[in-house]
């Protein structure tokens, strides 16, 4: 009998509800119950107080164990990614494991049916609907309106799949289906449309029209809903923003302590762990926003060159490469965790009709992922901004060597993110073109790490070397070695790509569900790299210092490349005239 996914045994299994001993409650890494409140006094000085910096203790970083996923494949990934989840053990079968995930159950009705038919007899009621045909070495097979190759589900009908996610009392859908498909579901209709519809299925399918046999019936199914919406909850928090799903979840809760005490108990459990997380992560983008808005104060006047070299420079708040590249490890580890898993598939979703800029739900469902990337463009203005400030030709040779040396060790830690936007400043314009600077400067190392990072062959150095990095994480004794932080961009490219090229639908209407599975695939690992607690000591006062300090445009960038090394040639003198008197103006005016 086929099971319904290429992964089964490698997504992690979820207990029935979470046990809450071993449950770490969410909490955001900014810590406090309210944003700090930043001035330009304590941005630079790192005098904040225990409640109010936000970077002045490890978190206590929310890994959902049970909700983390996992996957393997046969052959290797098309984008050469190892994507098995060294932190899930492969679940414990259960004896009805192949004969409750047949496909075959699609068929049962949804009202009026017997509730104590089992999936046995449910497929054998179905074997003359199943068609089976050869193509090569594997084998296509059509469950009614959902069809497998090689015992793999690759299309079915929406209906058929939203059908194959309700559970039942001799029923519970695969654990990789039901992150595949809440997933990347939302590229067919809105997360809240599916939760009514699984939960009305789930009940009306247990109706029988004698009022006490359905309540009877329904608490013998309430368990595995409980099950399912615990899962959803967990792994896709960010969905329960929506006025709507929690409405919907609060009626759920409702119906569910009509008929079973212990369902209703776990449902009040599960509400209270989803707000502890919107919390943090409501508390987490207004820190994000605090920081964001003291780092848009401008840098010291570029109409004098002296003072503008007067200014805080890295060396003088950290001078130890390696441990400069544990703070930005620090940083990236912090702002991944709270990407929602959902966010990479939204950026391709239909927007909803029904939703408006009034309601409090009505964030950019992206906005995290969005952050994250702002933060790889801010580090990598910042590397500019601090090679193009100093005077003296000496110094800008010193910071550019110690920027070197933080990549190595970025590289080292399995830091990719940090590595290419430091690698990114330095190739910035304005700080290329300072060749007196860069005659100074031993750049052995920078060509070896600008060739790992080198984009032709689709990075394929790069790729390479994340291979090894998630080896390296899959038999790591220490919790350093399991540090991966992939180079993000690329990473929302290729899921970008792999949705492009793929069809979400068939011809005949079906989901295309091997696209699905792919994405789920990528997107299952990120979910292992983002729950690694990162192991090293924080330093609050250079934490403040990366995410805090101002950084030049790219025009001020360009202006004082051009008075750290004077203009080459006629086009360079008059882009210099020009970028002095429209910011002067910009200067003047503001």
């Not at 969410?26 to 000085?45: I, M």
């Not at 190892?82 to 995930?101: A, D, K, L, M």
């Not at 469950?143 to 929406?158: F, Q, R, T």
């Not at 550019?400 to 190595?408: G, K, L, S």
Request: hydrophobic content about 30%; overall charge positive; charged content about 25%.
């Amino acid at each position: 009998m086929p099971p319904t996914t290429p992964y089964a045994g490698k997504f992690s299994s979820c207990g029935l509800y979470t046990n809450n001993n071993n449950y770490s409650e969410p909490h955001s890494p900014y810590h406090s119950g309210c944003p700090a409140k930043l001035t330009k006094e304590n941005a630079y000085n790192g005098t904040y107080s225990a409640t109010e910096n936000p970077y002045d203790k490890p978190p206590s970083r929310n890994v959902y164990r049970s909700s983390s996923v996992g996957s393997s494949s046969s052959k290797e990934h098309h984008y050469n990614a190892v994507s098995e989840n060294p932190y899930s053990p492969p679940p414990p079968r259960s004896p009805r494991q192949h004969c409750s995930s047949c496909p075959a159950r699609t068929h049962r009705q949804t009202s009026g049916s017997s509730g104590g038919s089992s999936s046995e007899q449910s497929c054998r009621s179905n074997v003359a609907a199943v068609k089976s045909r050869q193509f090569g070495h594997g084998i296509t097979a059509s469950y009614g309106e959902m069809c497998y190759h090689d015992n793999s589900l690759v299309s079915a009908s929406l209906e058929a799949l939203i059908q194959h996610l309700v559970p039942t009392v001799d029923y519970y859908p695969d654990r990789s289906y039901v992150f595949t498909f809440l997933l990347s579901s939302r590229l067919f209709l809105h997360p809240y449309e599916l939760m009514t519809r699984v939960c009305h299925l789930c009940v009306e399918q247990q109706r029988s029209g004698d009022a006490l046999l359905d309540k009877i019936r329904f608490r013998e199914v309430a368990p595995k809903l409980v099950q399912l919406l615990t899962e959803w909850t967990e792994t896709f928090p960010y969905d329960f923003r929506d006025e709507r799903m929690m409405r919907c979840l609060k009626d759920m809760t409702h119906h569910v302590a009509r008929g079973d005490e212990f369902s209703w108990r776990a449902m009040q459990q599960m509400t209270q762990r989803l707000i502890k997380r919107l919390s943090a992560l409501g508390q987490y983008e207004e820190a994000v926003a605090a920081l964001n808005a003291v780092a848009t104060e401008r840098p010291a006047s570029l109409k004098n060159k002296q003072t503008s070299g007067q200014r805080s420079d890295i060396l003088s708040v950290c001078d130890d490469p390696f441990f400069l590249a544990q703070q930005l490890t620090h940083v990236e580890l912090d702002r991944l965790s709270f990407i929602g898993p959902e966010e990479f598939i939204q950026t391709f979703a239909m927007k909803d009709p029904l939703e408006n800029n009034k309601g409090f739900f009505r964030k950019r469902k992206t906005s995290n992922l969005e952050a994250y990337v702002n933060w790889f463009n801010r580090l990598s203005y910042f590397v500019a901004t601090e090679i193009c400030t100093p005077v003296k030709k000496k110094h800008r040779a010193r910071i550019i060597e110690f920027f070197i040396d933080v990549a190595q060790e970025c590289f080292n830690i399995g830091n990719f993110n940090s590595l290419m936007a430091i690698i990114t400043g330095m190739n910035m314009s304005p700080v290329a073109r300072l060749k007196k600077t860069w005659s100074k400067v031993n750049t052995d190392k920078f060509e070896i790490l600008e060739h790992q990072m080198d984009p032709s062959s689709n990075f394929s150095n790069y790729r390479t070397a994340l291979r090894g990095a998630n080896q390296r994480s899959e038999t790591a004794h220490s919790i350093q070695e399991k540090i991966v932080i992939p180079f993000f961009s690329l990473l929302i490219k290729d899921i970008y790509f792999l949705n492009e090229g793929c069809a979400s639908r068939l011809p005949n209407g079906h989901i295309n569900f091997e696209k699905l599975w792919e994405l789920a695939k990528q997107v299952s690992e990120f979910l292992v790299w983002r729950q690694v607690v990162c192991p090293f000591e924080r330093d609050r006062r250079i934490l403040q210092y990366l995410v805090t300090t101002p950084i030049f445009t790219e025009d001020e960038l360009h202006l004082a490349s051009y008075e750290s090394e004077g203009p080459e040639n006629n086009m360079e003198k008059d882009s210099r005239r020009s970028l002095r008197s429209s910011l002067l103006h910009r200067e003047n005016r503001s």
